[in-house]
């Protein structure tokens, strides 16, 4: 198992972020940091702080040297895919390489409705997705994309420079639906991001994955799995390394740093990281 932290940038500061992600850029326990696509805060007043993801990952991957970084996961409908593809290869260039692309069909309706960006029904999220995962995939490895689908059309379209990373930065899907979220992951992810759960709604997921898999031809090993876990104000690091460690077959854990966040927890998560064996050598 590899390990990986989460500062959603919402209800803190870009200080306290920046402490942060310097502090365990140091630390070679943490493989990658993440932040999130929301532009109010979640499950939490949402008249708060809420910094936009991609610009602050952009300014925390100047300031950083070795972790890899991403955003836990993109809103497809905030951006068009084109846009998106464009920005992915810039930070993919400015990191050096170190880009994770997540990506996911989007649900808060609350931020949509605000800003006045449509959302639609399920459907037509993750027929819009599964468009947009082919537009994406496209213009970050062809040298022209063309694609005329109900959402997007594209002619002859560009997307130069690429990154460095070949054929694209990996791609991260987070979601848990079984019909269409984990048969677009089978087909066009690297990574499956796991929001959380049951060890047993872990594993029936992961059984879920590997059906669609099979239906579309390829190796469920090839896909890695993550999965989001918390670490509370109390800083219980024993306890969310036990979650990790009941998700069975889990590659990944990625976990949520507490606001206010402070660089003086990962240390401490680190050693206990070191301690508990589960760590990849």
């Excluded at 959402?151 to 990154?163: H, I, S, W």
Aim: hydrophobic residues 40%; proline residues 6%.
């Amino acid at each position: 198992m590899r390990f990986a932290f989460k500062t959603s940038p919402q209800n803190t500061t870009w200080s306290d972020m920046l402490a942060v992600w310097t502090a365990a850029d140091d630390i070679d326990v943490y493989e990658s940091g993440w932040t999130f696509d929301h532009f109010y805060p979640i499950f939490s007043d949402p008249t708060g702080p809420c910094l936009e993801g991609w610009i602050t990952l952009t300014a925390l991957a100047q300031v950083t040297r070795r972790l890899r970084v991403g955003v836990l996961v993109t809103g497809i409908h905030y951006r068009h895919p084109a846009v998106l593809a464009n920005m992915a290869s810039a930070l993919d260039i400015v990191s050096d390489g170190r880009l994770e692309l997540g990506i996911g069909a989007g649900w808060n309706e609350e931020e949509s409705g605000a800003y006045g960006i449509e959302l639609g029904s399920l459907k037509e999220r993750f027929d819009r997705f599964e468009e947009a995962c082919q537009v994406l995939k496209g213009l970050l490895s062809q040298e022209t994309t063309t694609f005329d689908g109900r959402f997007y059309q594209l002619v002859d379209a560009r997307n130069e420079p690429k990154g460095p990373q070949r054929p694209h930065p990996p791609i991260c899907i987070g979601g848990s639906g079984e019909k269409r979220t984990l048969r677009i992951t089978a087909q066009y992810a690297d990574h499956w991001n796991f929001v959380g759960g049951t060890p047993e709604e872990f594993a029936r997921k992961r059984a879920v994955l590997a059906a669609h898999c099979a239906d579309v031809g390829r190796d469920p090993e090839e896909i890695r799995v993550s999965a989001h876990l918390r670490l509370n104000l109390d800083r219980g690091y024993q306890r969310v390394l036990d979650e990790a460690a009941a998700l069975e077959g889990l590659d990944l854990a990625i976990i949520y740093l507490p606001t206010p966040h402070d660089p003086a927890v990962l240390e401490p998560l680190a050693e206990a990281i070191r301690d508990s064996g589960l760590l990849s050598p």
